[in-house]
T-cell receptor
């Protein structure tokens, strides 16, 4: 059974810091890996998607990497801002493409 | 705005009552999903559908039924609500290739 773990569970940083969120998964047979953002009381917003054959994806100040063989992904946020405060969720899509399995998330707080 | 719409947004049920949650998407997505989100448990897949007229069980299907009579709609039913079904329910849809995952804003359900 696929399990997705995110470390740390919570993170507080001052504005301007670069930071890394970690995600690990137990079964390397994945279709893709996705990072989402969730604001309190809201739904999820897709940030980045990395296909299983890719190593990384970038969008603005966000960069996500994937090492499928070791079952790890990282989300790098450059020059953090208070508006980045949210919960970040990592999810892997099974090879059949029918189920996203989520980690429990990392709650990020960026202070000004 | 294009996306996934869930109704209702909030609901309080008494134990044993029934209800249906409605999800509608206007992106012509093939796949649709129902998740529940609980503190400390993360997001867990209840049921999903890979096309009109199809449904399949996810990780936590017990106590729920679903139907997808039209491509754009995915209904989640609770026949006899239990306090353990108190949760936030999210509907999502995606393309067949795993791209375009879009989540609704959620339904907060309390069973007393």
């Amino acid at each position: 059974k696929q399990e997705v773990t995110q470390i740390p569970a919570a993170l507080s940083v001052p504005e301007g810091e670069n930071l890394v969120l970690n995600c690990s998964f137990t079964d390397s047979a994945i279709y893709n890996l996705q990072w989402f953002r969730q604001d309190p009381g809201k739904g999820l917003t897709s940030l980045l998607l990395i296909q299983s054959s890719q190593r990384e994806q970038t969008s603005g100040r966000l960069n996500a990497s994937l090492d499928k063989s070791s079952g790890r992904s990282t989300l790098y946020i450059a020059a953090s801002q208070p508006g980045d405060s949210a919960t970040y969720l990592c999810a892997v899509l099974n090879q059949a493409g029918t189920a996203l399995i989520f980690g429990k998330g990392t709650t990020l707080s960026v202070s000004s | 705005n294009a996306g996934v719409t869930q109704t209702p947004k909030f609901r309080v049920l008494k134990t044993g009552q029934s209800m249906t949650l409605l999800c509608a998407q206007d992106m012509n997505h093939e796949y649709m999903y129902w998740y529940r989100q609980d503190p400390g448990m993360g997001l867990r897949l209840i049921h999903y559908s890979v096309g009109e007229g199809t449904t399949a069980k996810g990780e936590v299907p017990d106590g729920y039924n679903v139907s997808r009579l039209k491509k754009q709609n995915f209904l989640l039913g609770l026949e006899s609500a239990a306090p353990s079904q108190t949760s936030v329910y999210f509907c999502a849809s995606s393309n067949r290739d795993g791209y375009g995952y879009t989540f609704g804003s959620g339904t907060r359900l309390t069973v007393v």
